[in-house]
């Protein structure tokens, strides 16, 4: 299926006004030496009806969706209202560009100052940008923010940062003079604040603190902000479940001074790891060295509200090497996505699922550690994750469990050698009670 | 067009010297081709500047530009007034619109630099090249 | 004409669009003893679905888009974006596969993964793919990071990235972030790479040479190959910004002209949608020499099954979390598919018809700086309606009356007051005729009322905003002390 919409008429008169015989001719600028000379090794294009007979065949070779899933870690299932889909799929909203042209991207450019109001009030935080690729790369950018800030060398990175955020932050950070500190985490599994302390020093650019962590444990943000502040560095407080702003004190209000997370909760399908969502935001003195497109209101020439992209100066297109990030594009169409959702739930709708999220991880957490030889890992607070720790080797029950159709949480020990025997199970308002008492008695099953 | 008792940079900054001290700011021309001037970006008081160091930017909606100190010595001064109100520079960039007084480390490097008839034949050959 | 409010303008407490089951969990006397909890979400929204609803339908019909009309922007290939992408996309085995799930339950994904990967590189003669990048500017860092890596393993740390003056803004600042030094190259009369001029920068400190081919002008780089033997001489690489591959499928190929490293744009030449800027896609592709460095976990076929692979002592490690944009690689492989190898050959041979009918039919009513034959873009500038007073951010505005996208503006910057013109291959003949007219018509206006120019665009939603006023004192959020502007 080609989507050209020239008849063999129309080429044939477009090709006299443009002065060729041939589409050839208009490649003459390419040497003969180079050109392909051959078809593409590409099968023959499908029409619409193989496409998706063959699409289909390839989706069903994901058995995923047979099993009762406890996968989290950074990526969560989650509720996804109908007016989610219908709005977002919209041709409008779909395949326009970034909003250059103000006067004909309102819609685009309204959505995103909504959006950026609701990452503000959700943080506790003055600003927030367009959104950027994902919590990750979210991560990285505050890190690099922090250092165009204070100009200092360190960042200390916890242990109990998401493996995959501190992964994407050295690799961000190799090639600047910022060294990365670890900072320990505790038997209650939050940050270890003696460690903390004493790795936080004159040359500190940032401290860095997921929470709820990756270990599903509600850090003590406003002591983390507080230590930092002590030495003048700058705390940055990393969200990786958005959700869990629904309940738990913004990060604004305990002291930090940016706030970095993951979004993809708010409206994205778990999508195999993306598209997804990055949010930042910090206090308005830092504006001009907040990377990533910003909509901003303005008036028209008869005195009308409207929005445009400004502050546009820190941007790659007019400041070029020496702009604030490279990054181009925000995920504009996933932020809307965001935006839909979040004023859909509302107010009182993101509450209650923050509330449901911790009170079903909390009755998982019991029921699971009440069985024979299971604990819990760490004493801490928890949110919408936990540790568990296991008479068995996780591996062994990994594999039982998927024989009983069931992925019940993602192993630790790659990422923490120390956590051997460990598994971080999610749950979510997605799960009902059968679902988590399913997980129970097969686990009781497999340990027995 | 360009006051005669003034000093000019290539850069388009403009110096003017009061008693022991040098004025300084961009020209009329400088502000032309930024357009509407909405952020300037300011040194510290008491920074001990090199001469072409750089000492901030200023914005436009589509175009920055640095901004050089034209001499080396200690800023004693800057213009507060264009934190909230930069369109100043646009307004009367030779006059109200000035961006920093300094102590010129050498009081005569001044003299180094151009007269505004100078000044203004290095913006006719400009004017030439586009 | 009725102004849509914001959300937080009609919300009022006690307000549901939605609302979860009943918590089917036992719940303690005082769950939340010990947390630190917020009382509220100050000023977040409560309205009803129908409001949600209407919202966002009268939101979106203010927006133009490809659906809607003709979007001709330089460099950003708006072609259409087809509606059974969407489809597969969001089939549950895809969209609901969580990317943790172990390699026997996500099968499907790692082919998805991995023939994308085999098919990029047989489009672009590339030796191997990562799909890790979430969009081109990313891919341009990745490009850099193994360029660097490479060097650092050769123990020999260069310092400076070239850059043509025809370079997207983003090539400066990737290399910059990458910490490298950058160095600008000038084009030749011919709005090509200056061979003389790069034969000078090419020194043992100059780590690459990022090179767009064709390049921003629409103009391909004939010496290419030359201009790959000059930056491998001295030790060096070449690396292509593939943004406008679309002019190229089935012509020739990246890997044949000596490119070490390439990242192409899946929501460009691969239609997948740009989504009003976002989530896009940045596959780099690379020579043998540099596939040690790429990103991983990468994919690989092991017993007729598919793994991921992290043990991989030499990549420059993860650039995003996961797998990258994965949904948006399902999209692109459809379109490859649908396309076909006749299909892909097609769509360049017609992006390039397209560009040259409109070329030849604006030519002496707009100034074409550069005369150089062009493929799927080319770029005038407002030369000649500049005797009128009129620029070309006038001409753009007042495309907007006549229902067509502006062009790309004021860029590249060697072409003062461009307007960069790239209709793509999907356009039917008819908006690419009503274009033309409209050019004709804004052609003639220019010289006879100039106002009516200055003054547009009179048909949209909103007239031109002033962004000066925006951009002194930026308002950036909602705040509960705002005014709602009365409605009209």
């Known amino acids: 299926m080609s989507y050209i919409s020239l008849s063999d008429k129309d080429k044939k008169e477009m090709l006299e006004r443009a002065g060729a015989a041939s589409p050839e001719d208009f490649f003459c600028g390419i040497p003969e030496h180079i050109r392909l000379g051959r078809r593409l090794d590409v099968p023959d294009g499908l029409t619409e009806p193989e496409l998706l007979a063959f699409m289909e065949s390839l989706a069903a070779k994901s058995d995923y969706g047979r099993c009762l899933s406890f996968l989290g870690a950074g990526a969560y299932r989650h509720v996804i209202p109908t007016v989610v889909e219908a709005l977002s799929s919209r041709g409008e909203f779909l395949t326009p560009y970034t909003p250059y042209q103000p006067e004909v991207s309102q819609g685009t450019l309204q959505a995103i100052f909504e959006y950026q109001t609701l990452i503000c009030q959700l943080t506790g935080m003055d600003i927030a940008n367009a959104s950027l690729y994902d919590g990750a790369s979210a991560a990285a950018e505050a890190v690099l923010m922090a250092d165009r800030l204070n100009g200092r060398t360190r960042v200390v990175l916890p242990l109990s940062l998401h493996p995959q955020y501190r992964r994407v932050i050295e690799t961000y950070t190799r090639h600047t003079d910022l060294e990365l500190v670890e900072a320990g985490y505790g038997d209650d599994g939050r940050l270890d604040l003696k460690d903390l302390e004493s790795k936080i020093d004159d040359r500190t650019t940032a401290v860095l603190c997921q929470s709820p962590n990756y270990f599903g444990v509600v850090e003590d943000l406003k002591t983390v902000a507080r230590l930092a502040r002590a030495r003048k560095a700058l705390s940055v407080a990393v969200v990786a479940e958005g959700v869990s702003l629904g309940l738990l004190e913004a990060p604004g209000r305990l002291g930090a001074d940016i706030a970095a997370g993951e979004g993809q909760s708010f409206g994205l399908p778990l999508g195999f790891g993306g598209p997804y969502l990055g949010f930042l935001a910090c206090a308005r003195d830092f504006m001009r060295q907040l990377p990533g497109r910003l909509s901003g209101m303005a008036e028209d020439a008869e005195g009308r509200r409207g929005f445009v992209l400004t502050l546009s100066t820190r941007e790659q297109h007019i400041r070029r090497e020496k702009a604030t990030s490279n990054i181009c594009t925000n995920q504009a169409w996933c932020a809307l996505r965001a935006t839909i959702f979040l004023e859909t739930m509302g107010h009182d709708g993101l509450r209650e699922l923050a509330a449901q999220n911790g009170q079903k991880a909390r009755y998982a957490l019991e029921t699971l550690s009440a069985l024979p030889g299971v604990t819990a890992r760490f004493s801490g607070p928890v949110f919408h994750e936990f540790v568990l720790r296991l008479p068995k080797s996780w591996k062994a029950v990994d594999e039982a469990l998927r024989g009983k159709d069931i992925l019940g949480g993602v192993g630790l020990e790659k990422d923490f050698p120390e956590l051997r025997d460990c598994v971080l199970v999610n749950v979510t308002e997605a799960h009902s009670r059968r679902d988590i008492d399913r997980l129970a008695s097969s686990l009781r099953e497999v340990l027995r | 067009m360009y006051p005669g008792d003034f000093y000019y940079t290539k850069d388009h900054e403009w110096v003017r010297v009061q008693g022991q001290d040098a004025v300084m700011g961009i020209t009329d021309f400088a502000q032309k081709q930024l357009g509407d001037v909405v952020f300037v970006q300011l040194p510290e008081v008491g920074a001990n500047l090199e001469a072409h160091q750089s000492i901030g930017t200023i914005e436009s909606v589509k175009a920055v530009s640095d901004v050089f100190s034209p001499l080396a010595g200690e800023v004693t001064a800057v213009n507060g007034d264009l934190v909230d109100n930069p369109e100043i520079i646009n307004q009367d960039p030779h006059g109200k619109g000035w961006i920093m007084r300094l102590k010129p480390a ?25 | ?155 020999d740390p260069r310092r400076v990235v070239l850059i043509p003056d025809s370079a997207h803004g983003t090539n400066p600042s990737s290399a910059h972030l990458c910490g490298y030094r950058v160095q600008e190259i000038k084009s030749d009369g011919s709005g090509r790479v200056d061979m003389a001029g790069l034969e000078k920068a090419m020194t043992s400190e100059v780590a690459a040479l990022m090179v767009t081919n064709p390049n921003t002008l629409g103009v391909f780089e004939t010496d290419i190959r030359k201009i790959a033997a000059v930056v491998h001489s001295r030790g060096g690489f070449l690396y292509m910004d593939g943004a406008n591959m679309n002019a190229l499928c089935g012509v020739c190929r990246p890997g044949d002209m000596d490119v070490d490293v390439i990242h192409l744009n899946l929501h460009k030449t691969f239609s997948t949608p740009h989504g009003g800027g976002g989530p896009g896609g940045g596959p780099v592709g690379v020579k043998n020499v540099l596939e040690p460095y790429l990103p991983g976990p990468k994919v690989d076929r092991r017993d007729g099954r598919l793994v991921l692979v992290a043990d991989l002592p030499k990549s420059i490690g993860r650039v995003r979390s996961f797998h990258g944009n994965f949904l948006v690689v399902v999209k692109a492989l459809a379109y490859i598919l649908s396309l076909g190898a006749e299909g892909l050959k097609e769509m360049s041979e017609v992006a390039v018809l397209n560009a040259n009918y409109i070329r030849k039919s604006l030519e002496g009513l707009f100034h074409l700086k550069y005369q150089t034959p062009t493929l799927h873009e080319c770029v005038f500038s407002d030369k000649f309606q500049k005797e009128h007073g009129i620029s070309n951010l006038d001409i753009a505005k007042r495309l907007i009356d006549y229902g067509v996208h502006p062009p790309t503006m004021s860029f590249p910057l060697i072409v003062p007051g461009a307007l960069m013109i790239e209709p793509t291959e999907t356009e039917p003949r008819r908006e690419l005729d009503v274009f033309i007219e409209a050019m004709k018509a804004i052609a003639r206006e220019a010289k006879e009322s100039p106002e009516l120019l200055k003054s547009a665009p009179h048909a949209s939603p909103v007239r031109r905003l002033n962004e000066t006023a925006a951009a002194r004192n930026p308002v950036l959020r909602w705040t509960e002390d705002m005014t709602e502007p009365s409605r009209e």
């Open chain 3, 1 to 155: 004409m009725k102004r849509e409010p914001l959300i937080f303008e009609v919300s009022d407490k006690g307000k549901r669009a939605f609302r979860l089951p009943k918590l089917d969990v036992p719940c303690g006397q005082d769950p939340w003893r010990g947390y630190s909890l917020r009382e509220s979400i100050e000023g977040f929204p409560q309205v009803s679905e129908i409001e949600v609803v209407r919202h966002f339908t009268r939101l979106s019909q203010w927006n133009h888009a490809v659906d809607i009309g003709f979007y001709p922007l330089g460099s950003c290939t708006m072609k259409y974006n087809p509606k059974v992408n969407e489809r597969v996309a969001a089939f549950p085995g895809f969209a609901g596969v969580h990317p943790l799930a172990p390699e026997e339950y996500a099968q499907g994904c790692l082919e998805v993964l991995k023939r994308t990967e085999e098919l990029l590189g047989e489009i672009t003669g590339m030796d191997a793919f990562t799909l890790q990048p979430a969009a081109g500017a990313h891919g341009e860092l990745v490009g850099m990071m193994l360029i660097r890596a490479a060097l650092a393993d050769r123990g």
């Open chain 2, 106 to 130: 050498d009081p005569k490097a001044v003299e180094r630099l151009m007269k505004a008839a100078e000044y203004e034949k290095h913006l006719e050959g400009l004017d030439k090249e586009t």
